[in-house]
């Protein structure tokens, strides 16, 4: 079973930066896709950004150009720097990781709170 388990949340003020880690508990070797995903209260679960093994990114439209999805093979990590935040970017960010290997798989961390004061 791989773990995902994010941090770098928090509170910071409108216009501020934040940057997310999501560590993997062990290499994935098939080809895959991690996302950044966010809620908030009273909404569903929207997707942020994206990237393939490959290298490939996306984003959501609302965050086109502040936000930036990296990882780093190595550490096994996932990163989402976070610029230029507005009060609308606060929600509980969560990572994904999807993968095919026999079967689809789908895996979710826990999640991390970021605020945005205004």
């Known amino acids: 079973q791989v773990r995902l388990v994010e941090s770098g949340g928090g509170l910071v003020q409108a216009g501020g930066s934040l940057r997310l880690s999501c560590v993997l508990s062990q290499t994935i070797s098939v080809f895959n896709t991690m996302s950044w995903y966010r809620q908030s209260p009273g909404n569903q679960r929207e997707l942020v950004a994206t990237i393939t093994s490959g290298g490939s990114t996306n984003y959501a439209t609302a965050v086109k150009g502040r936000f930036t999805i990296s990882k780093d093979d190595a550490k096994k990590t996932l990163y989402l720097q976070m610029n230029s935040l507005k009060p609308e970017d606060t929600a509980v960010y969560y990572c994904?990781?999807?993968?095919?290997?026999?079967?689809?798989?789908?895996?979710w961390g826990q999640g991390t709170q970021v605020t945005v004061s205004s």
């Open positions: 994904n990781l999807r993968y095919r290997f026999v079967r689809d798989y789908d895996h």
